[in-house]
Each structure stands twice: as C-alpha cells, then as structure tokens.
C-alpha cells in the first residue's frame, strides 16, 4: 500500500482497515518524518515509525531494512502505546536499518537554513542526513548499535568527522561523542528485545502463506527517483521499494493498493500545479485539518490532479485506489479536476519528469458539479449522492484504475469498501466491470 500523491493521503487510516486482515504489517522505508494518523472510536494514534497494524494485538510488525530509525522517537512512539494500552510485543526491528543519530538532525536543519529560498521543506527530522550516509557507506546500523563495543569506535569517529562540518561549514557548536554514546546506549537496551534479522522472519511467513501488508510512508511524487526532485525526501516510498526496503522478490506481491486524497496536499517546498490560494484552498485546509502530523505545518492545498494520479498508477503498478476525505469537498459547489497540463502552449498527458517544465505546468481543468450534502454517514455506494458517484467514477476513469475504498471520515467505519483490495479479484476484472464497481 502506497501513497499516490505527496504524502498524508489517510495511509494510516487504510493500513489500519487493511491489517484487519493482514497477518503482518512491514514498513519498508522513511523514518520519523512519517505521520500516521490512525482513529479507533474516541482514541487518535499519531505513528511515524510503528506499522499502524500494531493496534491489532496479533498483527506481526516489522520496520523494515530500508527505514532510518531515530531510537529516541521510536522509543517516545512505544512509551504513547504504553499509555494508550497497546501492546507492542510484536513489534519487530530489521537490524539492517540505519540510525538517525543527533548529528543527522542538526545537519538536516543547518542544511535547510543555508539553502535560504531554495530550501526544500523537510521535516527537520534528519532524514536525508541519515540515507546520505548510508550511500556513502559511513551509516551506523541496528546491528552496530547493539554492539557496545563497536558502536563506541564507531560514534567516536563518526562524530569527529561531523564535528569539522558543524564547526567549519555551519559555524556550529561540536557534538560530544561521549554523550551520544551514552545517549544511545541506552536506546539499545531498550530496543534489544525487538531486533531480528527481518527479511528472514519476512520469507518465513511468506512460506507459511501469511497475509503481508508492505506499508508505504510518505508518497509516489516524494521518491527520491520518481518524485518532483529535488523536492523530495530521501528513500523510495513506490511500490517498487518494498521489495528493496523489506528484502523480498517482487514476486511475494500480489497487488499493490494506492491511496489518494480527493483532491490534493503537499507539506514543504516545490511545485504544485493545481495549488489554490484564495478561499477553496482555505476551505479544503479547514475542512481537512490539514495540518502536518509531523510538524504541524499547515499543508497546501489544491484540485485532485489526474496526471500525477496516472503517474501514480504507472510508477506503481497499482491495482486500484482508496480515495480518502471525499467528505472534506461535501460542501463545494463544483469541483475541478487537473486531466491534463499545458506546458508552454502545448497540451501534455503525462507527468514531465523534468523538474522545470513541471514547474511551468498549467492545469487543464474540468469542472463538475458538487453534491452540497454530507457524505460522512455514507456506507455504501448507494448511499452517495449521485455527484459524488459521478466523480469518483470521473476520477476512476481519469486513472484507468478501480476505486476499491472509498473513505468520508477519520473513523474506521466512515469507510466504503467498493470491493476487498486483498482478496477481491485483481485489477484486469474490476476494470472490466466499468473502474468503479457499483
Ligand atoms: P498519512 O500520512 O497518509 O497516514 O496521513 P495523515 O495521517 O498524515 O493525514 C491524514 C489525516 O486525515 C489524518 O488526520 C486522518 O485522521 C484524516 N483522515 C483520513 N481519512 C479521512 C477521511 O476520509 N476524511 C477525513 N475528514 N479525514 C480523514
Ligand atoms: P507521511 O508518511 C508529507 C516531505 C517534507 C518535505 C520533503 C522532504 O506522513 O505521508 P524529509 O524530512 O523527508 O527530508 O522532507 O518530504 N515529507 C512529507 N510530506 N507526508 C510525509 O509523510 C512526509 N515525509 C516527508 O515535507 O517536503
Ligand atoms: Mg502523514
């Protein structure tokens, strides 16, 4: 399950429906600029690193190889499902996932200051730091961390060297590596009991024909390859990852779910076509309480966008869509839809790749009517006000791909499901019978 846009599109709330029935539920990249929203009746779970099948007690759940762990935020995440009353014995940690250490967060911050008006945005959570140094192979891991002796050496050195860019690039105060060590030796102790060779736990539930949900973070036009680069963060959130995150075949997968907002947001700098700033973006904002789960920053807001939605569908692969927030348009009079840009003069189907053109990309729009009525007690299809069947039936065509969920609230229930995106047939039948089952 992915996001198809750029991020926060409800994947908490849907992986938390799915992991109903899923046996295992394995995050396979990002760290803790992930915000989870989960709501079960009067209790709201925000999670960042921590599979959101964990509130199903005997749900497996991995963070997976390719996730960057900040211990400290992991370890605040555990102590909040403490106190909520959920348990976590079966949360399990790859040892192969790198550690964001303290310098990570300070250099992502320092970074984005010194970029000034190019800055991207991010979520000052030392994300991009901490998959840097993975590339250039200087990365603590999981494994590294729980060997004390070794991890000492380790901090020592790597601290030395950051120390000369805090102190020379940024002007910064140095890091004591003593005080990192003992900082992070105690996370270790904490976090021990959970740590697994994970592709291993992974392949073996696969041979027993366990149900796996690979839960995505963040979203198709945030990855770093596929995304609107440079805006982007810094791991691989397309279906694509999961395999390299989790460290399966692309054969294990079955079908891959994507979900979109019915209109759009994005948190952070970079372009944004269909981007409103007067009033309706306004609405949309209050309306969806978009504001970052991470960060509290207030999200933008715009049209649903139908190229980015097949491009979406083409990067991933997807099977069918969970459309999200369809109650945050209830009260709209008509809706715009982006079908298409034009870019310098000329129309254009498909998301440009090149970062500038896509910077100069206007929206062609199409507009339909609203449906001007709450849609939040909805339950089924049959319940929608036919405009709002219209338009997802619009949206579903637009994207040449099956709407299987359709979701009218941050609750559980507020929830239609079109058709089981697990066990319902695949992707060729249901688009046989029209996009949108009815
Ligand atoms: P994620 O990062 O993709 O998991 O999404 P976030 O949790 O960051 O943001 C989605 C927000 O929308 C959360 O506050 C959810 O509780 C909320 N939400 C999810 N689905 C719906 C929906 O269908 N309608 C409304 N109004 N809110 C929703
Ligand atoms: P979930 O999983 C929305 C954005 C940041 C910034 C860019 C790079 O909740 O959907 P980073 O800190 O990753 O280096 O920031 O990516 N970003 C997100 N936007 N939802 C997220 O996660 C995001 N995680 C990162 O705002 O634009
Ligand atoms: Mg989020």
Redesign the pocket.
């Known amino acids: 399950m992915i996001?198809a846009q750029?991020?926060?599109?409800g994947?908490?709330k849907i992986t938390d429906l799915l992991s109903n029935s899923a046996d295992m539920v394995v995050r396979y990249q990002?760290?803790v600029?992930?915000?989870?929203t989960v709501v079960v009746k009067d209790q709201t779970f925000k999670l960042h690193l921590i599979p959101s099948g964990i509130l199903y007690p005997e749900t497996e759940c991995i963070i997976g190889s390719g996730t960057v762990i900040d211990p400290k935020v992991l370890i605040q995440e555990l102590d909040q499902l403490d106190r909520l009353g959920v348990s976590s014995k079966n949360l399990m940690i790859s040892e192969t996932a790198h550690v964001t250490m303290p310098y990570h967060r300070i250099l992502?911050v320092a970074a984005e200051a010194s970029r000034g008006d190019q800055k991207?945005?991010?979520?000052?959570?030392g994300?991009?730091p901490t998959y840097a140094d993975k590339s250039e192979r200087s990365g603590i891991r999981i494994v590294d961390l729980m060997d004390t002796e070794s991890f000492k050496v380790q901090v020592r050195y790597c601290v030395a060297n950051k120390n000369v860019i805090l102190e020379k690039l940024y002007n910064l105060p140095p890091l004591d590596p003593e005080e990192v060590i003992v900082e992070y030796l105690a996370y270790a102790d904490r976090l021990r009991p959970h740590v697994i060779d994970s592709s291993l736990k992974i392949s073996q539930a696969v041979q027993k024909k366990r149900n796996i949900l690979f839960e995505?973070?963040?979203?198709t036009l945030?990855d770093l390859d596929h995304g609107t680069y440079p805006?982007?963060?810094?791991?691989n959130?397309v279906s694509g990852g999961a395999c390299v995150g989790a460290g399966v075949g692309p054969t294990i997968i079955d079908r891959v779910i994507g979900v979109a907002k019915a209109y759009t947001t994005?948190?952070?700098?970079?372009p944004f076509p269909t981007e409103l700033d007067g009033d309706i973006g306004t609405l949309l904002c209050d309306r969806g309480a978009e504001f970052?789960?991470?960060?509290g920053?207030q999200?933008r807001c715009g049209w649903f966008d139908a190229v980015i939605g097949r491009y979406a569908v083409r990067i991933n692969g997807l099977d069918c869509l969970a459309i999200t927030k369809m109650d945050v348009l209830d009260t709209l009079d008509e809706i715009k839809v982006c079908v298409a840009y034009e870019i310098d003069g000329k129309r254009c189907n498909d998301f440009p790749t090149n970062a500038k053109a896509f910077a100069r990309c206007v929206p062609i729009y199409q507009t339909v009517p609203g449906w001007k009525t709450s849609t939040e007690d909805c339950r089924a299809l049959s319940d929608l006000p036919k405009q709002a069947l219209d338009y997802l039936k619009f949206l579903a065509e637009l994207m040449a791909v099956p709407i299987a969920i359709v979701s009218l609230g941050a609750s559980r229930d507020q929830t239609i499901i079109v058709e089981d995106p697990i066990h319902g047939p695949k992707r060729a039948l249901l688009y046989e019978n029209g996009g949108l089952q009815q």
């Open positions: 996001g750029w991020g926060d599109e994947k908490g990002g760290g600029n992930a915000g989870h992502d991207i945005g991010t979520t000052g959570r994300i991009g995505g973070a963040q979203g945030l805006y982007v963060t810094s791991s959130p994005r948190v952070g700098e970079g970052g789960t991470t960060t920053r999200r």
